[in-house]
């Protein structure tokens, strides 16, 4: 068995980036706040900062990665996002599109967004609420393991496209 590489978090974003390990994978875990102002897909300058230092990390391996975007239960209504699957979902986007535009190679990659559903602390709290807005990227240490069926559905149309081209 491959030994595990050794993950630390930069001293200066220890404060905005909580990691969770365990066997098959690292989760590094971003608080909304840290990355985007509330109701809001638009990366804050300070959260570029924090996903440049994490993007630094991920590149230095080529295990896969997910990016999971997550809300509280505090329903949103607005134009650009009817509900919280499409605000959790834009965000995990957001930030596997800024990982790409920063090196780490999009075969890696897949966004999900979670919405509600995956609650870290209970919704009836401030606190709480806060706890679940997060982003978390998760490293599969798992060689064989690969970007969800999305990614790879896509990756077959673009085959598709290609070989139809000829």
Do not use: C
């Amino acid at each position: 068995q491959q030994a595990q590489p050794k993950w630390v978090i930069p001293t200066e974003i220890r404060d905005q980036v909580e990691m969770v390990a365990s066997a098959s994978e690292i989760n590094l875990v971003i608080k909304d706040d840290v990355l985007f102002p509330p109701g809001s897909a638009k990366l804050r300058q300070g959260g570029e900062a924090v996903l440049d230092r994490i993007a630094q990390l991920l590149r230095q391996n080529q295990y896969t990665i997910s990016v999971e975007g997550h809300s509280d239960s505090t329903p949103i209504h607005t134009a650009n996002f009817p509900s919280n699957w499409e605000l959790s979902t834009a965000r995990a986007t957001h930030v596997t599109r800024f990982l790409i535009a920063h090196g780490v190679d999009r075969r890696r990659l897949s966004a999900t967004g979670y919405a509600d559903t995956r609650p870290r602390a209970d919704n009836a709290t401030a606190a709480g609420r806060a706890q679940n807005r997060r982003v978390s990227l998760v490293v599969h240490l798992d060689k064989n393991s690969r970007p969800t069926a999305v990614s790879t559905m896509q990756s077959q149309r673009q085959d598709q496209r290609s070989s139809s081209a000829h």
